[in-house]
């Protein structure tokens, strides 16, 4: 935090930190794969193209960060886990003006992750829309990875009230743009179709890896195209793409069975292919 290696019960935050007031600040979450971190580089980018998105100048360097980040792996000593990297805006005064925090808050956080329940990524895992839009970009770009998810929090309710884990959310144009915490691909007639950044959506990491690394590593190739909830229900294979996920085939949307309701054929040859590179290569550009 902020400079320094602290426990858990010491890592604490003011309540006048206008990250917890207002939501006021972005964060990251990366993957370690055999105590190396993955995409570390692509993640950091992110977190400062998000700083710079809301006008939040980080507290040191990008490079000062990624080895602030090694160093709390090694303190934790654990080789597979999880980091929540978090600029805050910092300490300020009860109102809402960002400039009068003088110093932003700096946190890593390393711990172990709860991806899915496994047997999901066997079956495939069924998933909602939710009646909430994504909020448009104009409003709140979603590639900003900010501390405010509750547009995505509120999706993810949906979600959990109709007994599933992940939610499709629409644009306001109607387009399917992401969920609540993934990306999304479908797949008809073997091509892979994503939608394009001006969907309003987070460009994800793992997005990313699958349509410039895994996708051409298997032949395939990744189109970025508007799509319809339409074009998802009539697809042969969906699946989703995050950190924490990694890829999970999509059996369900609502009511409508996705291909033949398991996990199709691509699906799992890319999910091959990435726990095939992250296992044996893990690359932190
Ligand atoms: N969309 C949203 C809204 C997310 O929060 C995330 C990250 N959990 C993703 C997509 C996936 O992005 P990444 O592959 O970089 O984790």
Do not use: W
């Not at 999880?82 to 003006?97: A, F, P, S």
């Not at 007994?163 to 691909?185: H, K, P, R, W, Y």
């Amino acid at each position: 935090m902020d400079g320094s290696l602290v426990s858990r019960d010491e890592a604490k935050v003011s309540v006048y930190d206008h990250g917890l007031l207002y939501g006021d600040g972005c964060f990251e979450g990366i993957r370690v794969y055999g105590g190396r971190v993955f995409k570390l580089r692509s993640h950091l980018e992110r977190l400062y193209r998000s700083a710079d998105m809301i006008r939040l100048a980080p507290a040191y360097p990008l490079a000062t960060l990624a080895n602030a980040v090694r160093e709390t792996v090694a303190a934790n000593g654990l080789k597979d886990a999880y980091i929540r990297v978090l600029m805050t805006r910092g300490v300020g005064t009860l109102g809402l003006h960002p400039f009068r925090c003088p110093k932003p808050g700096t946190i890593v956080i390393v711990d172990a992750i709860q991806l899915y329940p496994e047997e999901l990524y066997q079956r495939g895992m069924k998933v909602i829309v939710a009646k909430r839009p994504r909020i448009p970009m104009q409003c709140l770009d979603p590639a900003i990875k900010s501390l405010n998810y509750l547009n995505n929090i509120l999706a993810k309710i949906e979600a959990i009230d109709a007994d599933v884990l992940e939610a499709i959310m629409l644009n306001t144009d109607g387009f399917v743009s992401e969920c609540t915490g993934d990306n999304i691909f479908a797949v008809r007639d073997g091509r892979i179709s994503t939608p394009p950044e001006d969907a309003g959506i987070l460009h994800g990491i793992t997005r990313a890896f699958v349509m410039h690394e895994l996708a051409p590593a298997l032949g395939m190739r990744v189109e970025q195209r508007p799509i319809r909830l339409e074009d998802l229900y009539t697809a042969d294979e969906v699946f989703l793409t995050g950190t924490a996920a990694e890829i999970i085939g999509v059996n369900a949307i609502g009511d409508h069975t996705i291909g033949s309701g398991g996990v199709g054929p691509i699906s799992k040859q890319l999910e091959a292919e990435f726990r095939r590179r992250v296992t044996t290569e893990a690359p932190e550009d």
